[in-house]
């Protein structure tokens, strides 16, 4: 089994926020692969269903960012879960937006989801980093985060939900290298390869003047 936690805050008016991709990227999930409907548990919003062959529960921590690890923590402990079957996906200001990044362990970088996460269940666990982009200044950053995504966003925001979904199979079984390709497909298409050009034609050569000279002329000239 594993546990796919999305971060964001609880409540309308932060729906759309930055903050709130990890939410978006369950819910589409969700919707998606025909999981249950969504119900109260663990401090968060809940649902279980099936990934491939793999029973999977998403999460939507509604205890506000900063405290999202509590949820966490009751949910794998009911679970019986380890930490590492724990997948996060939450919002990475390092990354330019529709970047989507996999992540093994480490630090939270300064995230308040991640920091409360750590405090509940370490460091051990998988996440889904997916880039909103820096405001390019600091103070500016909690504004940033806590704003909705411009109108000029969702073309990109849209097709990374759907990569995300369209990967999700291969993430819960920990195929990192397929749910990345699955993004990238969605993100970024190949373009079809087009035809070589073709060379340009040669052009004709000009026919050779017409002689009208007589016999006896050009036996004369061929001896001048």
């Known amino acids: 089994m594993k546990l796919f936690v999305g971060l964001g805050n609880p409540g309308a008016k932060y729906a ?14 969700a919707g998606d692969h025909g999981f249950a409907p969504w119900r109260s548990k663990f401090q968060g919003q809940l649902t279980e269903g099936r990934l491939g062959p793999q029973k999977v529960v ?21 679970y019986k879960l380890d930490s590492t079957d724990v997948v996060v996906f939450h919002d990475e200001l ?15 970088a300064g995230h308040n989801g991640l920091r409360s996460i750590h405090q509940h269940i370490g460091p051990h666990y998988d996440r889904v980093r997916l880039g909103i982009g820096h405001p ?22 849209d ?8 990967g999700a199979v291969q993430l819960a079984q920990d195929e990192g290298p397929k749910f990345l390709n699955a993004v990238a497909a969605r993100v970024a298409p190949s373009r079809p390869a087009t035809a070589a050009p073709k060379p340009a034609a040669r052009p ?7 002689d009208d000279r007589s016999a006896l002329q050009k036996l004369v000239d061929r001896f001048k």
């Open 16 to 29: 759309r926020n930055r903050h709130n991709i990890g939410f978006m990227a369950v819910d589409r999930i």
């Open 94 to 108: 390092d990354l330019a937006p529709g970047k989507v990044r996999l992540k093994s362990g480490g630090g939270h």
């Open 204 to 210: 004709e050569p000009e026919p050779a003047p017409e």
């Open 136 to 157: 390019g200044d600091k103070t500016k950053v909690s504004g940033y985060v806590l704003s909705d995504f411009a109108k000029a966003d969702a073309d990109w925001l």
């Open 58 to 78: 998403l999460l939507k921590p509604q205890t506000f960012m900063n405290l999202s690890g509590q949820s966490v923590g009751e949910a794998i402990r009911f």
């Open 159 to 166: 097709d990374e939900m759907r990569g995300i979904s369209d």
